[in-house]
Nanobody, 124 residues
Framework: QVPLVESGGGSVQAGGSLRLSCAAS????????MGWFRQTPGKERERVASILSAGNTFYGDSVKGRFTISRDNSQNMVSLQMNSLKAEDTAMYYC??????????????????WGQGTQVTVSS
């Protein structure tokens, strides 16, 4: 059983939108910290957005006002709606989780589970 399975991603022109989804299994997303990170070659993985078990959401400065993280408790899933995409948003995006935690998961070192990654490419 794979803990996190991602879907979505792909290629889009600048200004467009994409939606990423992440299905969790083996643990309850609503009782966990869930997040999205991204990484480009040669750079560290950076937190894009996260949602705490209490529902609080947090975003990286570069995506505030453009990206929205949400959670569907009935489906045990989290999603990332990405609007007004820019070329610099191009990266591999990873779903992340710290199961059974009410604390933040902004630091990659704290992550217990990673998704397989999905590529997002934005052309200018």
């Amino acid at each position: 059983q794979v803990p996190l399975v991602e879907s979505g991603g792909g290629s889009v022109q600048a200004g467009g939108s994409l939606r990423l989804s992440c299905a969790a299994s083996g643990f309850t997303a609503s009782e966990s910290c869930m997040g999205w990170f991204r990484q480009t070659p040669g750079k560290e993985r950076e937190r894009v957005a996260s949602i705490l078990s209490a529902g609080n959401t947090f975003y990286g400065d570069s995506v505030k006002g453009r990206f929205t993280i949400s959670r569907d408790n009935s489906q045990n899933m989290v999603s990332l709606q990405m609007n007004s995409l820019k070329a610099e948003d191009t990266a591999m995006y990873y779903c992340a989780a710290v199961p059974n935690s009410r604390y933040s998961c902004a630091q990659s070192q704290t992550i217990h589970y990673w998704g397989q990654g999905t590529q997002v490419t934005v052309s200018s």
